[in-house]
C-alpha cells in the first residue's frame, strides 16, 4: 500500500485519502483513527481537528464517494443518448466502472453500514446518484403502455441491486477468477433478461 504523507496543506483531505486506502484494503471494520493518522503522516491527534471519530470519517467518504458517482451516472447518461436503451446500459456499466475505479468510496457507501441519509450533505448526495437511475429507468418506461410500466424507483432499485451483486461476486480480486464472464457481460444479459420479461424487448432480441 503506497503512503501518502501530508504534504500538500490540505490534512482534512489528506486524512480522507489515507482512510480510503486503508478501507479498500481492509474493509469498513478493518482501520483505526490512528492507523489513518499514520498513513497521512500526522499525529494520531490530528484527525480530530476535523472529524469526530471515525464514523464521521466514514460518512465524508461516503459524501465524496456519492458525488463523484453522480458525476460519473449522469456523464453516462448523456453519453448514452439518444436511445433509452443506449443510456440505460451505459448507467448500469458506469456502475461497475465506479466499483473498481473507486473502490474505498464504494466501500464507505455501501459495506460500511453508513445509512444514506446519516447527515444532511450525504442525503443530499446519495439522492442526486439515485435520480440518474431512476430518470433512466422512466425514459425507458415510456416504451411500455401505462398500465404495464413496473414503478421506476422499483425498476430502478432493481437493476441497482442486480449491479452492486455483481460488483460483490464477480469484480472484486483477480479478473476471471470467479466465472469465465466478465462483470460487463453478466450485467449486460442480467439486464436483458430482465427487459424482456418486462416486455421492454422482444424475446428473440
Do not use: W
Not at 504523507?5 to 483531505?13: C, D, I, P, T, V
Request: charged share 20%; glycine share 8%.
Amino acid at each position: 500500500m503506497a503512503k501518502r504523507g501530508y504534504h500538500h496543506g490540505n490534512l482534512k483531505q489528506a486524512l480522507i485519502d489515507a482512510a480510503l486506502e486503508l478501507i479498500a484494503a481492509k474493509g469498513p471494520q478493518g482501520f483505526t483513527m490512528a492507523e489513518a493518522a499514520k498513513q497521512a503522516d500526522v499525529s494520531a491527534a490530528a484527525p480530530y481537528r476535523h472529524f469526530t471519530g471515525r464514523d464521521d470519517l466514514i460518512i465524508e467518504m461516503a459524501r465524496q464517494g456519492f458525488d463523484l458517482f453522480a458525476d460519473l451516472l449522469e456523464f453516462a447518461y448523456r453519453d448514452g443518448q439518444p436511445s433509452p436503451l443506449a443510456a440505460f446500459e451505459a448507467v448500469g456499466r458506469a456502475y461497475l466502472a465506479f466499483a473498481r475505479k473507486h473502490p474505498g468510496h464504494y466501500v464507505a457507501m455501501f459495506e460500511s453500514g453508513v445509512a444514506p441519509n446519516a447527515t444532511r450533505d450525504l442525503a443530499a448526495a446519495s439522492a442526486r446518484a439515485n435520480k440518474v437511475l431512476v430518470r433512466a429507468a422512466a425514459d425507458l418506461s415510456q416504451r411500455l403502455p401505462p398500465d404495464r410500466r413496473p414503478p421506476t424507483e422499483m425498476f430502478a432499485a432493481h437493476v441497482s441491486a442486480m449491479s452492486h451483486g455483481i460488483v460483490e461476486l464477480y469484480a472484486r480480486g483477480t479478473p476471471g477468477s470467479r466465472g469465465p464472464f466478465t462483470p460487463e457481460d453478466l450485467l449486460e444479459t442480467g439486464i436483458g433478461i430482465y427487459l424482456r420479461g418486462l416486455g421492454f424487448l422482444d424475446p428473440d432480441c
